[in-house]
């Protein structure tokens, strides 16, 4: 009422009849607006100009005729839509109700006449009260009324339940009016699925670098300190405590080490397994920072051969190097595929290995 009096002051008169009643009396309405049956709403020309852009600008077009009642047609939409449209330029409120019955009107005439609070409270409403029956007319309203969330909404809306929507009457009907909608919303849908696979992949690559961290965390430990089966030389295993906490990794990599240092055919005769270790050592070497103090075998080999090599950059090694350095929580162990097996031309001796373990 604060705002109305704004917008009305010095028009409205105050008449007092006792010294305790107050009233307050609207001056005469000069306007009407015309809605689509025909029927005729009072309006007063300040509060439709003070809300409305457009509106003002009807309003303060030059009249053609001189006529003392002046007309604003709104048609196409349903007489109570309108009626709340007035209602709300009033008094910047409409109720939920109203927002069920006439949301996607409301949203029409805001949009059309510039009333931003109200296309913001429709914009909202409608999302809230989206369905799998209504998405396609929202969607299409949304996209005319320039509603960019509502819009987003929608097509979320669409892509997800997508074999049910095609099932509805919206859209078989836009299909047949709206082909250029119809391809706007298939390629909506392509790219959200490809966007859903791209986390998918990114999300196994996550997996795979913490299952590397955590290889590399148990080969450390095995080589420094011990497990079940395998150990230094000057460890004596029958002592030893038990498995440890990421024993299913621990494992594994103790069984591939055992292989590695009885294996006949191994890296050079192409055995996979051999492989494997190979390039958990190296991988090893790339990522420790205690060289000179280091029991993992091959550790300082491949790092004077990594600086040896320095000019002749691997980058899809250094990224698979940086991504493990940074992972450090992993479950089970798994090896990446890389596209070129790259195998240091590097001297091993198997009997070494066995000697400087307890296999
Ligand atoms: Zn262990
Ligand atoms: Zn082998
Ligand atoms: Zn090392």
């Known amino acids: 009422m604060v705002q109305l009096k704004k917008k009305l002051s010095g028009e409205f008169k105050v008449r007092s009849n006792s010294p305790l009643a107050v009233v307050v009396e609207m001056p005469e ?18 509060i439709l100009a003070s809300a409305s852009p457009v509106l003002e600008s009807i309003i303060e077009r030059p009249k053609k005729r001189r006529s003392s009642e002046r007309t604003i047609p709104m048609l196409g939409v349903p007489y109570n839509a309108v009626s709340v449209f007035i209602q709300f330029i009033y008094s910047s409120k409409c109720t939920e109700e109203q927002m069920e019955k006439y949301g996607i009107h409301l949203l029409a005439l805001s949009h059309v006449y510039m009333v931003p609070q109200l296309k913001q409270r429709c914009t909202k409403g409608l999302a ?10 929202v969607l299409q309203l949304a996209r005319m009324c320039d509603a960019p969330d509502l819009y987003l909404k929608c097509m979320k809306m669409l892509s997800t339940n997508f074999k ?40 196994e690559e996550q997996r795979l670098y913490a299952q590397l ?5 148990c080969l450390e430990h095995i ?98 190097v940086r991504k493990v350095a940074s992972a450090r929580v992993i ?29």
């Open 29 to 46: 309405s000069d306007l009407q607006v015309l809605t689509s049956v025909g029927l005729r709403i009072p309006v007063h020309s300040k």
């Open 128 to 137: 809230q009260r989206l369905k799998v029956e209504n998405v396609v007319d």
């Open 164 to 203: 049910a929507v095609e099932e509805t009457e919206g859209w078989k009907f836009l299909q047949n009016h709206d082909p250029y909608l119809e391809l706007e919303i298939l390629q909506f849908i392509e790219e959200s699925e490809s966007r859903k696979k791209r986390t998918r992949r990114l999300r």
């Open 213 to 217: 961290s955590e290889a590399m965390d």
């Open 223 to 320: 080589c420094s300190e011990g497990c079940t089966s395998v150990g230094p030389n000057d460890m004596d295993l029958s002592k030893h405590k038990g498995p440890c906490s990421k024993f299913s990794t621990c494992h594994g990599i103790q069984l591939l080490i055992k292989h590695f240092g009885t294996c006949t055919k191994r890296v050079n005769g192409g055995c996979v397994r051999c492989k494997r270790m190979w390039q958990l050592f190296r991988l090893h070497s790339s990522i420790c920072d205690q060289p000179d103090e280091c029991r993992v075998p091959l550790c300082r080999a491949f790092k004077v051969k990594a600086q040896q090599a320095r000019c002749r950059s691997d980058a899809q090694w250094k990224l698979l």
């Open 331 to 359: 479950s089970s162990l798994s090896l990446p595929k890389r596209k070129r097996e790259e195998e240091p031309r590097m001297a091993f001796n198997h009997q070494g290995l066995r000697r400087s373990f307890n296999l």
